[in-house]
T-cell receptor, first 117, second 114 residues
Framework: AQSVTQPDIHITVSEGASLELRCNYSYGATPYLFWYVQSPGQGLQLLLK??????LVQGIKGFEAEFKRSQSSFNLRKPSVHWSDAAEYFC???????????????FGKGTHLIIQP | EPEVTQTPSHQVTQMGQEVILRCVPISNHLYFYWYRQILGQKVEFLVSFYNNEISEKSEIFDDQFSVERPDGSNFTLKIRSTKLEDSAMYFC????????????FGPGTRLTVL
């Protein structure tokens, strides 16, 4: 069964500093990987996704992520964070394709990002 | 911009009662999902639905749960006899394709079972 590990429960970063959120996955075949962001009281918004091809993926709001098969990782990065980036970030994996059906995602536990002024 | 909507935003019920959570997916999407998030925990997949039938379901989705697309726009999750441990945020999602596609999430319904 697929699984996702986000080792950092909380991360505190100063505004303007760089950010890296870690994500490791376990999956037997080529995974489909996603990063979602959840602001308080809101639903989940997709930041970026990886299916195949270029292992460096660009997303919205200046985020990027790099797929490293050898490390089973899909870390999220941003060169300079803004106060509005404070939120909960979830890494997710899909790919247990059942053959024509709808593919449920497996989420990590999330990383709570705090931005210091 | 099209979005997934959910009603109600908050539902309070007594243990043992039936609840129905409602979702309106994005209109041209064909794949529908329910997830739940117990407070402080991760988002967990419950069930996916395609072509008027369940496509996948997790271990959480037992006989107490059912899903339905009663008309061309709504997608519902029914919990037959609620338990205290059903208290959670329930998210509906939809996608235009199957595996690997972006799933668009609604704002969620917070279910409180007393």
């Amino acid at each position: 069964a697929q699984s996702v590990t986000q080792p950092d429960i909380h991360i505190t970063v100063s505004e303007g500093a760089s950010l890296e959120l870690r994500c490791n996955y376990s999956y037997g075949a080529t995974p489909y990987l996603f990063w979602y962001v959840q602001s308080p009281g809101q639903g989940l918004q997709l930041l970026l996704k990886y299916f195949s091809g270029d292992t460096l993926v660009q997303g919205i709001k200046g985020f990027e992520a790099e797929f490293k098969r050898s490390q089973s990782s899909f870390n999220l990065r941003k060169p300079s964070v803004h106060w509005s980036d404070a939120a909960e970030y979830f890494c997710a994996v899909g790919g247990e394709y059942s053959g024509g059906g709808a593919d449920g995602l497996t989420f990590g536990k999330g990383t709570h990002l705090i931005i210091q002024p | 911009e099209p979005e997934v909507t959910q009603t109600p935003s908050h539902q309070v019920t007594q243990m043992g009662q039936e609840v129905i959570l409602r979702c309106v997916p994005i209109s041209n999407h064909l794949y529908f999902y329910w997830y739940r998030q117990i407070l402080g925990q991760k988002v967990e997949f419950l069930v996916s639905f395609y072509n008027n039938e369940i496509s996948e379901k997790s271990e959480i989705f037992d006989d107490q749960f059912s899903v339905e697309r009663p008309d061309g726009s709504n997608f519902t999750l029914k919990i037959r006899s609620t338990k205290l441990e059903d208290s959670a945020m329930y998210f509906c999602a939809s996608s235009g394709r199957s595996f690997g596609a972006e799933q668009f999430f609604g704002p969620g319904t917070r279910l409180t079972v007393l």
